[in-house]
């Protein structure tokens, strides 16, 4: 589903609906656009489409895209992705800021936190990820599908420890998953969402 | 009428609000007119103008008469230009000297300054303010700034959040803005501040930080937000501390009695300032 920032500023209230700023104006935003991602079937995606929109100022970012990314990271809007788009550079660096920054916010430890952002037809990860995470995440953007097998043996690692990376990446909404059965049992395959 | 005089200082130096300040504290109670004295003042920058209107609001608060005097004819164009009078109505008067002013009066809305605009401290307002204010300022920018489309971004994003933080000062603040040229060459200048709690006590409110200096709570607030408590606040001035970098120009912020100066990579630390309260703000951008 695409939807555009403008349209839901407007369905907010926002005086100024190009201009995503304050966290108060951030706080009409959020219920709005998680309005949205209920109305998702499960594994589709909502693109945030960001064009035209003067200024994602970081404060109203962390209030909207900060809180969001937490709630997905803990299950909240289970299946249900995200993905922002054609945001300008100065926005993106916005954006970067307040979620690379929010888990020092949120007073508890959060080791991945953030979103996809689709640019120029490529998605590129915003926010805080784990170093150890991010070569599973370069092989992905590369290869429509992989399994945990895949990846380990690409980055020569231990099967279980690449499914544990995959579903990292999973939980925080980065990449979806399907389930099929072999002869093994149950296995996952992840893909771009 | 009970009056006393104060000399304004140049209102073109970051140290005018100190003097000014100072000066208006040791004005007794009883004394129902203030009279600003403008003969030194030959030229205002926006931190000239928020000093003004800093010090201004002041006055007007305790209920007296800001009397203006020796005002040359440009200031005078210019101090209607920013909003001045406007700001404060009814408590701003010309002395006989300027009273033939007024046939000049012209109207604001400049193409290369934001004129001085009050930014409340509640939220609600704060943010209306903000979103009444912005596409002005951005419309100042690009007067000016017009091939630099990421570094306006820059700087609406550095004066949205500063103007945001007034939320936590408890008091109404300021903003200002003006675009410089000479030489093809284009310098913005915002201030933005306001007489409130300042960084120290907003940063004691929410946290348990155990710092004893004034510039360790700048510092703090610059390098780390100025909040933690409450989860997703008190991100402003570290963004900034991280955005200005970026740009060519400079960035002060004073509170209490100290202030920090970042120019590029260079970070100064002016301890023992004479006190003003709450906290002000000036941002120096080169195209």
Known sequence: MNLSAIDI??????????????????????PKLEQELDKLSINDVLYLNMLDISLLEWSFADEVFGTLSVKLGNGDFPSKYLVLENLSEV??????????????????????????????????FVGKMEEHLKPVWAYILSHSQVTAREIAEHLELEVNIASTKLKTLFDIRLLKRL??????????????I | MVLREIICPKLNTTSCLDILFEQLSNIPE???????NFRNVDFITPSGALTLALVSQDICRKGKIILLSEVNTEILSYLERIDYFQTFPEKIILSRHNSSFESFWRSSKSHNLLEITPIPCEQLNNAYAQ???????????????????????????????????????????????QTYSKDGRVRIHTAIGDFGIGIRKSLLEFN???????????????????SS???????????VYESIQGLSG??????????????????????????????????????
Request: glycine letters at 10%.
């Open chain 2, 250 to 287: 400079g960035f002060w912020v004073r509170s209490g009695t100290a202030g920090i100066l970042l120019q590029g990579k260079s970070f100064k630390i002016f301890s023992n300032l004479n006190y003003v309260p709450g906290t002000q703000v000036e941002m120096s951008v080169r195209q």
């Open chain 2, 229 to 239: 408590k409450e989860g997703a606040r008190g991100l402003g001035l570290a963004g």
């Open chain 2, 208 to 226: 348990d930080i155990q710092l004893i200096e004034e510039a360790d709570f700048i510092t703090h607030a610059l390098k780390l937000g100025t």
């Open chain 1, 91 to 124: 926005s993106k660096e916005n954006l970067d800021i307040a979620l690379r920054t929010r888990p020092e916010r949120e007073g508890k430890q959060i080791r991945n936190l953030g979103l996809p952002v689709r640019q120029n037809g490529e998605i590129v």
């Open chain 1, 9 to 30: 500023a407007e369905k907010a209230g926002l005086i100024s609906p190009k201009w995503l700023i304050s966290r108060e104006f951030g706080l009409q935003f959020l």
């Open chain 2, 131 to 177: 979103a009444l204010f912005l596409p002005r300022a951005e419309a100042v920018l690009m007067n000016s700034f017009a091939k630099q489309a990421n570094s306006i971004e820059k700087i609406l994003t550095m004066i949205s959040e500063i103007a945001g933080n007034i939320i936590h000062s408890n008091d109404q603040g300021y903003c200002t803005i």
């Open chain 2, 30 to 36: 009883y004394c129902e007119q203030v009279s600003l």
């Open chain 1, 179 to 192: 389930e099929y059965r072999s002869e093994v049992g149950k296995q996952y395959i992840y893909t771009q």
